[in-house]
């Protein structure tokens, strides 16, 4: 993979990311510390796993030629978020430094290994396929937390209702 291959795929995921934003949107804001399915993170926990751990951290470790993730910081990520605006705003700040990255990277950096906490290395281009993967994963998990706390997410390609910035051609490909 090469950068303009690279700017691709971001471009999708940047569609991707417009309906993940708008699903956290729809949260009933009194719900973000429930479980809405036994045994698995509350919503504030999900989206910091999703937009801090498995799209910051992982695109900066292409940069970095490390990825440096603990997941016991997630908690105390989540417990800083007192409400909905907030937790959308954090999402939108993951998505901003990650988009940064993305378009710092080089040719280079996307063909380097890039160490990993999870016991093997990739090259670059690999981690955005696991970002990709990650991202996808959890925004189905979203789509399941809203359904179940009683609202309607909206269908998932749906990029020509995203905001401006998230929907379809909506920044120049590079």
């Given amino acids: 993979m090469n950068k303009q291959a690279l700017l691709q795929m971001w471009d999708q995921m940047r569609q991707k990311n417009g309906i993940a934003l708008r699903v956290i949107a729809l949260l009933p804001a009194d719900r973000l510390d429930s479980h809405p399915i036994p045994n698995m993170r ?10 801090d751990g498995m799209l910051r951290t992982l695109i900066e ?29 954090f999402a939108r700040d993951r ?14 950096e996307l063909a380097h290994e890039v160490k990993t906490p999870f016991g093997m290395n990739f090259p670059g281009w690999v981690i ?47």
């Fill in 61 to 89: 470790g292409v940069v970095s030629g490390e990825v440096r993730y603990d997941e016991s910081s997630e908690k105390t990520l989540a417990a800083g978020i007192k409400s909905r605006d907030e937790l959308v705003r």
């Fill in 95 to 108: 998505w901003t430094a990650a988009d940064r990255a993305v378009a710092s990277i080089t040719d280079a």
């Fill in 42 to 51: 509350t919503p504030k926990e999900l989206i910091v796993h999703m937009y």
């Fill in 128 to 174: 955005f396929g696991i970002t990709q993967d990650e991202f996808l994963h959890h925004r189905g998990q979203l789509y399941t937390y809203l359904r179940a706390l009683g609202g309607e997410p909206p269908m998932m390609w749906d990029f020509a209702n995203n905001e401006p910035a998230f929907q379809p051609e909506a920044q120049p490909r590079v």
